[in-house]
């Protein structure tokens, strides 16, 4: 699998990136399985996010695929509410790529079911 890996390194800077962006404090962050992505769960004192850091896609898909997750939101839709950074970007940047983060969303993976 072409899984975009991410040293323990990596993983303390991405903490401290979102922590800047999104001005929280994140108590725990878990890797969780994806297909070319980097997922995460990551709890705060007040909520548990979802985090998606990209692996091939480029700019303008990442931007899409934000534009349609707040879309798809708006219309109460399924998914998590994609969580604007302080500068109210739909995305940050992370080394060579950009992430998301949304509200996490309790239930069960669909290949469970």
Do not use: C, H, W
């Not at 297909?35 to 709890?43: G, P, R, S």
């Not at 708006?74 to 992430?99: E, S």
Request: proline share 3%; net charge positive; charged share 25%.
């Amino acid at each position: 699998m072409l899984m975009l890996k991410l040293e323990k390194k990596s993983l303390a800077n991405l903490k401290k990136t979102l922590e800047n962006e999104y001005g929280i404090s994140i108590r725990n962050i878990k890797r969780v399985p994806g297909f070319y992505d980097a997922n995460f769960i990551i709890q705060t004192s007040r909520s548990r996010f979802f985090v998606k850091v990209y692996g091939f896609d480029k700019l303008p898909a990442i931007q899409f695929q934000a534009s349609l997750i707040e879309f798809l939101y708006q219309a109460n839709m399924p998914v998590g509410k994609l969580i604007r950074a302080k500068k109210d970007a739909q995305y940050f940047k992370f080394q060579n790529t950009y992430g998301i983060v949304q509200s996490f969303i309790d239930g069960q993976k669909l290949g469970d079911r």
